[in-house]
């Protein structure tokens, strides 16, 4: 990755399908919340807002996944989204996308690229 870059976790916080890791992240000069999860042995993090009504994703910290663990779910209004891609598959946002946050992982962790 390019740029400065920031430890969000360790590698062993994140479990297939399981719970996610909130963090914030620089984008345009600000400060907005984010979240990574692990889906199919690859982290993959995105801006932590519903492309529906701009609501944080998660009621509880780090819940981000619905019953079957296949989708990632709005709490508020039940939009799912696919992990991997951050599409909207099902909800009032159908065929909208998450923003995504480019994340690697690497010895044991979890970085995230800064904007500035």
Same mark, same amino acid.
């Given at each position: 990755?390019?740029?400065?870059?920031?430890?969000?976790?360790?590698?062993?916080?994140?479990?297939?399908?399981?719970?996610?890791?909130?963090?914030?992240?620089?984008?345009?000069?600000?400060?907005?919340?984010?979240?990574?999860?692990?889906?199919?042995?690859?982290?993959?993090?995105?801006?932590?807002?519903?492309?529906?009504?701009?609501?944080?994703?998660?009621?509880?910290?780090?819940?981000?996944?619905?019953? !079957?663990? $296949?989708?990632?779910?709005?709490?508020? +209004? *039940? %939009?799912?989204?696919? /992990?991997? !891609?951050? $599409?909207?598959?099902?909800?009032?946002? +159908? *065929? %909208?996308?998450?923003? /995504?946050?480019?994340?690697?992982?690497?010895?044991?962790?979890?970085?995230? %690229?800064?904007?500035?």
């Amino acid at each position: 990755m390019v740029g400065h870059e920031r430890l969000i976790c360790s590698s062993a916080e994140l479990v297939d399908g399981g719970d996610g890791v909130r963090f914030q992240v620089t984008r345009q000069g600000g400060s907005l919340p984010a979240f990574v999860v692990r889906w199919r042995a690859m982290p993959y993090a995105y801006v932590n807002e519903c492309q529906h009504q701009s609501t944080e994703l998660d009621w509880n910290a780090g819940d981000f996944f619905d019953e !079957s663990k $296949l989708y990632l779910i709005c709490a508020t +209004h *039940g %939009a799912l989204y696919d /992990p991997g !891609s951050g $599409l909207c598959v099902s909800g009032p946002c +159908h *065929g %909208a996308r998450l923003a /995504p946050v480019k994340v690697c992982e690497r010895g044991g962790g979890i970085f995230c %690229a800064e904007d500035g």
